[in-house]
């Protein structure tokens, strides 16, 4: 696998200059950016503080690639008679609007812009798809039911717990201190909806903005982001709690739910920049482009190797920024297409494909591999009847991989919590070892189910696999003075056997308990101040007989 930070040098070398993105809209790159007002040793003058904390807690230096668009440039063009929509600092470049295309021979002569060798002409002929797929089907749930989880998840039980997400939340990793930008097509109502009640009223959206037509968030344009929202940020307890109830989020509209062009990804490029700049820590895309409304600007499967489309160089950039960028694989699976779509063929996030709640692949899911042979998706989650709310405040249930991201999102966000200052492809590559199929990926499934239970032990260094070790039991506190907490890994639906001996084998406590399958299993044990300070031994008995001894301490405040 490509490591995260490589650049490819052909990264600015592969679009048409003014190449048409949308009907009179245009992206134009500079040569250089030279006339700045900027310089990489003032990052504060144009990089947020918690931008800057990121890149430090990584050692991600501050480059020319950082620094804004040069101011004069983008004047030369607006005098010229071009409306500024979009800038990329990344790649250089603006995305601008003309009604009189002989302002693109004004541009042309500029010396600043920078000629660039034709685009390639792009296989076309192939249908548009509707560009949110299956989950505007979906079905409303007017009933509640039965839940007896520490967040009464409601109708997301299901989703969060076949990933053993709760076993995260009950340890109190709730997202608290991580920010999530979400960029999608619009967030209908959430500035009223009572879903997001806990979002607004903790402060908890931290800024907006319609990178489609260069303004402030209305929050009535399309209700697709505000559905992926509830997924990770809703709080409605009983009913639907997310994903990632205690994190805060940034709301960014880069998809046009009108009409289908290559300009979206040049929004997608400016969103995940600001993001960048505003410091967020994880990026939840549901979007993904193969077809567009204008043929001649089609992907093919050939571009789908994380290189050749614009949206997934800057998935990738982002990255490397070290941003998390977590995409939706697509719902091509059942089309004649039926590959993952930009930006999931990016080498260095996170792609995720669907199954339905019983961990069984969907048909509409894309699949993979990416056209250079790299296992896509890497994890699938529920995304066939997952938990939403609607803008009316309803819950419902939709499908798409739009859905299954935001649960892995929110998940993710949780278990980075645990520990800021592992770097993001680490984070990645736990989640594909904890997954269900990890030893064995495909291009339906890649590796599978992720077990963040599992993941959360992998990350602390105990690896549950091995089912002889008894790093699988941990005690704490330890010494205790009064009560302390066991925790078990089960791979089993089983019976578990907890006694407390003293040194010489005489039992003082006996306890049995149901485990989870493939969990973390945790037991309250205390108060017991009668007992004298000393040594002593907590044993634990599995169903199918194995044993697991531990130390453990008492000792008097």
Same mark, same amino acid.
Not at 92 to 98: F, G, L, R
Not at 471 to 478: A, D, H, V
């Given at each position: 696998?490509?490591?995260?930070?490589?650049?490819?040098?052909?990264?600015?070398?592969?679009?048409?200059?003014?190449?048409?993105?949308?009907?009179?809209k245009?992206?134009?790159?500079?040569?250089?950016?030279?006339?700045?007002?900027?310089?990489?040793?003032?990052?504060?003058?144009?990089?947020?503080?918690?931008?800057? &904390?990121?890149?430090?807690?990584?050692?991600?230096?501050?480059?020319?690639?950082?620094?804004?668009?040069?101011?004069?440039?983008?004047? %030369?063009?607006?005098?010229?008679?071009?409306?500024?929509?979009?800038?990329?600092?990344?790649?250089?470049?603006?995305?601008? =609007?003309?009604?009189?295309?002989?302002?693109?021979?004004?541009?042309?002569?500029?010396?600043?812009?920078?000629?660039?060798?034709?685009?390639?002409?792009?296989?076309? #002929?192939?249908?548009?798809?509707?560009?949110f797929?299956?989950?505007?089907?979906?079905? =409303?749930?007017?009933?509640?039911?039965t839940?007896?989880?520490?967040?009464?998840?409601?109708?997301?039980?299901?989703?969060?717990? @076949?990933?053993?997400?709760?076993?995260?939340?009950?340890?109190?990793?709730?997202?608290?201190?991580?920010?999530?930008?979400?960029?999608?097509?619009?967030f209908?109502?959430?500035?009223?909806?009572?879903?997001? $009640?806990?979002?607004?009223?903790?402060?908890?959206?931290? #800024?907006?903005?319609?990178?489609?037509?260069?303004?402030?968030?209305? /929050?009535? &344009?399309?209700?697709?982001?505000?559905?992926?929202?509830?997924? @990770?940020? #809703?709080?409605?307890?009983g009913?639907?709690?997310?994903?990632?109830?205690?994190?805060?989020?940034?709301?960014?509209?880069t998809?046009?739910?009108?009409?289908?062009?290559?300009?979206?990804?040049?929004?997608?490029?400016?969103?995940?920049?600001?993001?960048?700049s505003?410091?967020?820590?994880?990026?939840?895309?549901?979007?993904?482009?193969?077809?567009?409304?204008?043929?001649?600007?089609?992907?093919?499967?050939?571009? @789908?190797?994380?290189? %050749?489309?614009?949206?997934?160089?800057?998935?990738?950039?982002?990255?490397?920024?070290? @941003?998390?960028?977590?995409?939706?694989?697509?719902?091509?699976?059942?089309?004649?297409?039926?590959?993952?779509?930009?930006?999931?063929?990016?080498?260095s996030?996170?792609?995720?494909?669907?199954? $339905?709640?019983?961990?069984?692949?969907?048909? /509409?899911?894309?699949?993979?591999?990416?056209? $250079?042979?790299?296992?896509?998706?890497?994890?699938?989650?529920?995304?066939s009847?997952?938990?939403?709310? #609607?803008?009316?405040?309803?819950?419902?249930?939709?499908?798409?991989?739009?859905?299954?991201?935001?649960?892995?999102?929110?998940?993710?966000?949780?278990?980075?919590?645990?520990?800021?200052?592992?770097?993001?492809?680490?984070?990645? =590559?736990?989640?594909?070892?904890?997954? %269900?199929?990890?030893?064995?990926?495909?291009?339906?499934?890649?590796y599978?189910?992720?077990?963040?239970?599992?993941?959360?032990?992998?990350? =602390?260094?105990?690896?549950?696999v091995?089912?002889?070790?008894?790093?699988?039991?941990?005690?704490?506190?330890?010494?205790?003075?009064?009560?302390?907490?066991?925790?078990?890994?089960?791979?089993?639906?089983?019976?578990?056997?907890?006694?407390?001996?003293?040194?010489?084998?005489?039992?003082?406590?006996?306890?049995?308990?149901? %485990?989870?399958?493939?969990?973390?299993?945790?037991?309250?044990?205390?108060?017991?101040?009668?007992?004298? $300070?000393?040594?002593?031994?907590?044993?634990?008995?599995?169903?199918?007989?194995?044993?697991?001894?531990?130390?453990?301490?008492?000792?008097?405040?």
């Amino acid at each position: 696998m490509r490591t995260l930070f490589i650049f490819v040098a052909s990264i600015l070398a592969v679009f048409q200059l003014a190449a048409q993105t949308a009907p009179g809209k245009y992206w134009i790159q500079f040569t250089d950016k030279n006339p700045s007002a900027f310089s990489i040793d003032r990052p504060g003058e144009f990089l947020s503080v918690r931008a800057l &904390e990121r890149r430090e807690r990584y050692d991600i230096p501050v480059t020319e690639q950082d620094l804004p668009v040069a101011r004069p440039y983008m004047d %030369s063009l607006v005098s010229a008679g071009a409306v500024l929509l979009n800038r990329s600092k990344w790649f250089n470049a603006v995305t601008i =609007q003309v009604t009189d295309t002989t302002v693109l021979d004004r541009i042309r002569q500029f010396p600043f812009v920078r000629q660039l060798k034709s685009i390639r002409t792009i296989k076309s #002929g192939l249908f548009i798809e509707d560009k949110f797929g299956m989950e505007n089907e979906c079905l =409303q749930l007017n009933h509640s039911v039965t839940d007896t989880t520490e967040l009464r998840y409601g109708q997301a039980a299901r989703q969060i717990g @076949m990933l053993n997400g709760h076993v995260l939340h009950n340890q109190g990793f709730q997202g608290q201190g991580m920010v999530i930008a979400v960029l999608d097509g619009g967030f209908t109502n959430v500035n009223t909806n009572h879903v997001f $009640d806990t979002l607004r009223n903790n402060n908890q959206i931290l #800024g907006t903005w319609d990178f489609v037509n260069n303004c402030p968030l209305a /929050f009535n &344009e399309h209700n697709h982001g505000a559905q992926v929202l509830s997924v @990770m940020g #809703g709080n409605l307890p009983g009913q639907l709690v997310g994903t990632a109830p205690k994190a805060s989020f940034f709301l960014l509209r880069t998809e046009d739910a009108a009409s289908e062009y290559l300009i979206e990804e040049d929004n997608w490029v400016a969103g995940a920049e600001w993001a960048d700049s505003a410091g967020a820590d994880l990026i939840n895309s549901s979007l993904g482009y193969t077809h567009f409304d204008d043929p001649s600007t089609n992907h093919s499967y050939e571009d @789908m190797d994380g290189n %050749s489309t614009r949206i997934s160089q800057a998935a990738d950039i982002a990255a490397a920024k070290g @941003m998390l960028v977590v995409t939706s694989a697509g719902n091509e699976g059942s089309s004649a297409w039926h590959f993952i779509s930009a930006p999931a063929d990016a080498d260095s996030i996170l792609t995720v494909g669907a199954v $339905d709640s019983m961990g069984n692949y969907v048909l /509409f899911s894309s699949t993979g591999p990416t056209f $250079d042979g790299r296992i896509k998706p890497d994890v699938t989650a529920q995304g066939s009847l997952t938990a939403i709310a #609607g803008s009316d405040g309803n819950i419902y249930r939709g499908s798409g991989t739009s859905f299954s991201s935001p649960v892995i999102c929110g998940l993710v966000a949780c278990l980075w919590q645990t520990n800021r200052s592992l770097p993001p492809m680490t984070i990645i =590559q736990t989640l594909r070892e904890s997954a %269900s199929m990890s030893a064995n990926p495909d291009s339906l499934y890649g590796y599978g189910l992720p077990d963040f239970g599992k993941a959360l032990f992998l990350l =602390q260094g105990i690896n549950p696999v091995r089912l002889e070790d008894e790093s699988l039991l941990r005690i704490y506190p330890n010494p205790f003075s009064e009560a302390f907490t066991v925790e078990f890994y089960s791979h089993d639906r089983q019976d578990l056997t907890v006694d407390l001996l003293t040194v010489n084998g005489r039992k003082l406590l006996s306890g049995t308990y149901q %485990s989870g399958y493939t969990s973390i299993n945790r037991m309250e044990i205390g108060r017991y101040s009668i007992f004298p $300070d000393g040594i002593y031994i907590l044993r634990i008995t599995t169903g199918s007989g194995g044993q697991y001894v531990q130390r453990i301490v008492k000792a008097s405040r």
